[in-house]
C-alpha cells in the first residue's frame, strides 16, 4: 500500500510541476531522515521497516534511504514518436496513415531503396531513420546517397551487428564501411548505431544486460578506431523497457552515465541519443488489451528519463489494421497533449528511490562491464561462451520467474482467463518470447 501511495505522490508532484513553473518537491517542507523513517515507522503500523526493502541482482534497495546521488546530466524530453516498418507491403500508404495518426518519425529497417517510398510524404517536417545494416551494398549506396541528396533530419544506420561480432561474421568488411561513413560524413543522418534491443531480449538481469550493451559499444569504438573510420558526432543505443516505472527509468539513465564514461574514455566528441521502446519479449499473444498500459509504462518510463524517441510498430497494436495502429500512436501523444508529461527539466530530481536505483545499477554494471573488459573484451573467445552462458542462464530463470508468477504479466500468468493455454515445459528458445510458451 506504500508504495502504491508513493507512486501515487510522484504522479501528482510531476503533475503539479509540469502545469506550473516550480520544481515538484519545491512547495513541500524539507525532512530529516530521521523524520522520514518515523513517519514510514507510524504507517506501517508495527510491521518492520525491512519489509519495504527488496533485493535485486545489482543490490538491495530501501526505498527509506535518502540519497544524495544524482547525475547531473544534460536533460531533453522525449522528441519524436517513432514507427518502425519491417517490410515494403503498402508502404507508401502505411507510412501516411501512420503520419496521419500523430507520429512524427519513421524507421525503415532494413527495406531496399524505391524512388516512391516517400511519395507525398513531408521528410523535411518529419524525422527518418533508416537501417541498412542487411540491405545488399546496392541498396546501401542508394540509401546512403538519397541522404546525401537531401537534408532531412534522422539517420542512416549502419553498424556491425553484436551477433555478427560475436560470431566473428561481419556482414561488412571495414573497407565497405568506412566507404559508406565516408559518404556521410558531417552528414546529419550520419550515426553509430547501437542495437541493445539485441541484449534487452535475452538478457533478464539489468547490470548484465547494460554491461554486456557498453562492451559492445566499446568494442565498436575500438574497430572504428584501428580500422581509421571516422566515429559519427552522433551515437544513437536503442533500448527495450520492461513494466517497471521506476526501474526503467533507472536503466535508461544508468546507460546514459556508462554510455558517456565510455566515449570520455576515448576522448570523443559524440552526442547520445537514446531510443526506447517495450521489450518484445514480454508481449503477451493472449489477452491483447492489457499491453496498453504496459506500453503507457514503457512510454512514461522513456520521457521522465529523458530518451530522444520512444518507438512503436504494429507488434504494440492490439489487433491489426491502422485504427488499432492509431490506438497504439495515441498513448504518448496524449501522454505529451493531456497528461504534460514531456519536458525538458528532469522531474527524477530528488527522487530518492530512482536516483538509488540509477547509483545501484550504474555501479554494478560497470563493475560487470570491466571484468568483461579484463577478459578480453565482448568478442574475446572466453567472453563469448560466457555470454552464451548468461544468456541461456538468464532464458532459464525468466522461464522460472514467469511458472513461479515471481515476474507477473498480467492478461498471461496473472489474472487470466486463459492461464491452462500457457505450456512452461515448451522447448526453451533464445530469446524467449511469450508467444513460443503458448500451445
Not at 560470431?167 to 565497405?176: G, P
Request: glycine content about 4%.
Amino acid at each position: 500500500m506504500w508504495i502504491i501511495n508513493y507512486s501515487s505522490l510522484c504522479v501528482y508532484l510531476l503533475f503539479y510541476f509540469f502545469m506550473g513553473k516550480a520544481h515538484p518537491w519545491s512547495s513541500f517542507k524539507s525532512s530529516s531522515p530521521s523524520e522520514w523513517r518515523d513517519k514510514i515507522l507510524k504507517d506501517l503500523k508495527g510491521k518492520p521497516i525491512d519489509s519495504l526493502t527488496w533485493n535485486t541482482t545489482y543490490g538491495r534497495i530501501d526505498p527509506t534511504e535518502i540519497s544524495d546521488h544524482f547525475n547531473e546530466t544534460s536533460f531533453k524530453s522525449t522528441e519524436e514518436i517513432s514507427w518502425e516498418f519491417n517490410t515494403d507491403l503498402a508502404l507508401n500508404t502505411n507510412i501516411l496513415e501512420v503520419l496521419n495518426n500523430g507520429a512524427n518519425s519513421i524507421y525503415l529497417n532494413n527495406i531496399p531503396f524505391k524512388e516512391n517510398i516517400f511519395s507525398s510524404v513531408m521528410n523535411d517536417i518529419i524525422h527518418t531513420h533508416v537501417n541498412i545494416n542487411e540491405l545488399s551494398a546496392e541498396d546501401q549506396y542508394s540509401w546512403v546517397n538519397w541522404a546525401k541528396e537531401n537534408d532531412f533530419s534522422g539517420s542512416i544506420r549502419n553498424t556491425i551487428h553484436p551477433s555478427h561480432l560475436l560470431q566473428n561474421d561481419f556482414v561488412l568488411n571495414s573497407e565497405n564501411l568506412k566507404k559508406l561513413n565516408g559518404k556521410l560524413e558531417d552528414h546529419i543522418m550520419n550515426c553509430l548505431f547501437i542495437d541493445g534491443d539485441y541484449f534487452s531480449n535475452r538478457i533478464f538481469e539489468i547490470d548484465y544486460e547494460l554491461a554486456w550493451l557498453c562492451s559492445y559499444l566499446n568494442e565498436l569504438i575500438e574497430y572504428y578506431l584501428i580500422n581509421k573510420i571516422v566515429i559519427p558526432k552522433k551515437i544513437i543505443i536503442s533500448t527495450s523497457l520492461g513494466t517497471t516505472l521506476f526501474e526503467n527509468i533507472a536503466k535508461i539513465k544508468s546507460l546514459i552515465v556508462l554510455a558517456n564514461t565510455i566515449i570520455k574514455v576515448h576522448n570523443l566528441d559524440c552526442a547520445i541519443e537514446i531510443e526506447t521502446s517495450f521489450n518484445q519479449v514480454d508481449i503477451s499473444p493472449i489477452e491483447k488489451e492489457h499491453h496498453i498500459l504496459r506500453l503507457t509504462v514503457a512510454c512514461m518510463s522513456s520521457t521522465l528519463s529523458g530518451s530522444k524517441r520512444f518507438k512503436l510498430g504494429s507488434k504494440d497494436a492490439i489487433f491489426d489494421g491502422d485504427y488499432w495502429n492509431k490506438i497504439a500512436c495515441n498513448i504518448p501523444i496524449i501522454l505529451k497533449e493531456e497528461s504534460y508529461l514531456f519536458s525538458d527539466i528532469d522531474a527524477t530530481k530528488g527522487c530518492y528511490i530512482i536516483n538509488q536505483l540509477e547509483k545501484k545499477l550504474a555501479d554494478s554494471s560497470w563493475s560487470k562491464f570491466k571484468m568483461i573488459e579484463s577478459n578480453g573484451g565482448f568478442r574475446s573467445t572466453n567472453n563469448k561462451k560466457q555470454f552464451n552462458e548468461i544468456v541461456e542462464e538468464n532464458c532459464k530463470k525468466r522461464l522460472h520467474a514467469l511458472k513461479e508468477n515471481k515476474k507477473m504479466i498480467i492478461g498471461f500468468n496473472a489474472f487470466s482467463t486463459a492461464e491452462d493455454q500457457i505450456q512452461f515445459n515448451n522447448e526453451m528458445k533464445t530469446p524467449l518470447y511469450l508467444q513460443d510458451l503458448i500451445s
